[in-house]
């Protein structure tokens, strides 16, 4: 084993905690234990850096893929998420605008609600995670301007953005909040405020979602955006931030909305020009997500048959790509390509990519 990979094996993305979730999936719980005891060989972090990608969290949602998270590991990562809400409201009180990590699903907030969600048992901090993305759909006013609660300065490298920008993004961006707080209201766990915050979220993806991120100086453009030239992936794209606004439209019984996104999907993948630009078979921004994303979208449609063709072709492609893959993990590896390529998810993997 190399240093690169020794040094990520509790990492949900690219270690060995990737590799676990296929085996589970797959019911080979031998290869999953030496996988996750290869995971688990250097510790497990329970400190800033831990999300569901990584750390406790990552190790917690493998496990319960199992059934078998079990008391110790649920109780590291509810200090975690208690950490990270006290860090989150200091920053909100301090007037001062959140990181991307402070609420996205790779990194925050959102995918460690989207872990408790996962539990299938309300539990305050679920309820508190959710009051907290709710909160995000407040405005905030920074220089005499009125922003989105969401606003960051910098982006999703950690780079620094002029005026900063509005990630509208499932990995990184408000797409996320918006998938998670409309599962949860699907499942009947709700917060004040939280079909008013959906509607905040799905109409800001209505008017910028057609971009990865908004800038300042679009938020005051005079026309409307023009669509930028981009992959149709889960992480950012036209394909995940669909399935957001058609599980947006199922939470707000808006069948006009749900039947929108629908469109979205059918029509992108029809569009030859656009899926040239997939240039992998990953789940992160590959052919592996974007059929995992459709057969969601199909599930919860009133019409599935309309996405069987594309489906099939969505299955040639990830067949045809996914030993080109070089790396062995979940998000970018054949671990995830293989778990799309199966089409099963008797055991829920598909939440850590907050589609179901």
């Given at each position: 084993m190399t240093a690169a990979l020794r040094s990520r094996t509790q990492d949900l993305s690219e270690g060995a905690l990737g590799v676990a979730l296929l085996h589970i999936e797959r019911g080979d719980f031998a290869a999953a234990r030496s996988s996750l005891a290869q995971a688990v060989a250097g510790g497990v972090s329970a400190g800033g850096n831990a999300s569901l990608f990584h750390g406790a969290p990552a190790l917690e949602f493998v496990l319960s893929r199992a059934r078998h998270a079990g008391r110790d590991?649920?109780?590291?990562?509810?200090?975690?998420?208690?950490?990270?809400?006290?860090?989150?409201?200091?920053?909100?009180?301090?007037?001062?605008?959140?990181?991307?990590?402070e609420f996205d699903l790779i990194r925050g907030l959102t995918g460690l609600g989207a872990l408790l969600l996962a539990r299938g048992a309300t539990s305050p901090l679920l309820k508190e995670v959710l009051a907290y993305l709710v909160s995000l759909s407040q405005p905030v006013r920074i220089d005499?301007?009125?922003?989105?609660?969401?606003?960051?300065?910098?982006?999703?490298?950690?780079?620094?953005?002029?005026?900063?920008?509005?990630?509208?993004?499932?990995?990184?961006?408000i797409a996320g909040p918006l998938a998670m707080?409309?599962?949860?209201?699907?499942?009947?766990?709700?917060?004040?405020?939280?079909?008013?915050?959906?509607?905040?979220?799905?109409?800001?993806?209505?008017?910028?979602?057609?971009?990865?991120?908004?800038?300042?100086?679009?938020?005051?453009?005079?026309?409307?955006?023009?669509?930028?030239?981009?992959?149709?992936?889960?992480?950012?794209?036209?394909i995940g931030i669909a399935r957001t606004q058609q599980l947006a439209g199922l939470a707000l019984n808006d069948p006009a909305r749900r039947?929108?996104?629908?469109?979205?999907?059918?029509?992108?993948l029809a569009n030859?020009?656009?899926?040239?630009?997939i240039t992998?078979?990953?789940?992160?921004?590959?052919?592996?997500?974007?059929?995992?994303?459709?057969?969601?979208?199909?599930n919860d449609s009133p019409t599935p048959d309309r996405f069987t063709p594309l489906i099939a072709d969505l299955t040639e492609r990830l067949?045809?790509?996914?030993?080109?893959?070089?790396?062995?993990?979940?998000?970018e590896g054949r671990a995830g390509a293989h778990l799309a390529l199966d089409?099963?998810?008797?055991?829920?993997?598909?939440?850590?990519?907050?589609i179901t």
């Open positions: 590991v649920r109780d590291a990562v509810d200090r975690v998420i208690a950490a990270r809400l006290t860090a989150a409201r200091r920053r909100q009180l301090s007037g001062a605008l959140p990181h991307l990590a005499g301007r009125e922003l989105p609660g969401w606003w960051s300065q910098a982006g999703p490298a950690d780079e620094e953005m002029a005026g900063g920008h509005g990630n509208n993004g499932v990995a990184h961006g707080l409309s599962l949860a209201a699907r499942q009947d766990v709700q917060v004040p405020g939280q079909h008013d915050a959906i509607g905040v979220f799905a109409r800001w993806l209505d008017k910028y979602g057609c971009c990865y991120w908004t800038t300042y100086a679009q938020l005051s453009a005079q026309e409307p955006l023009t669509p930028e030239p981009a992959r149709p992936s889960w992480c950012y794209g036209q039947v929108a996104a629908e469109n979205t999907v059918a029509r992108t030859l020009t656009q899926l040239d630009l992998d078979a990953s789940l992160c921004h590959g052919w592996a997500g974007l059929l995992a994303v459709v057969r969601a979208v199909a067949a045809a790509g996914l030993d080109q893959l070089p790396k062995v993990g979940f998000m089409g099963t998810n008797s055991t829920g993997w598909t939440r850590a990519l907050l």
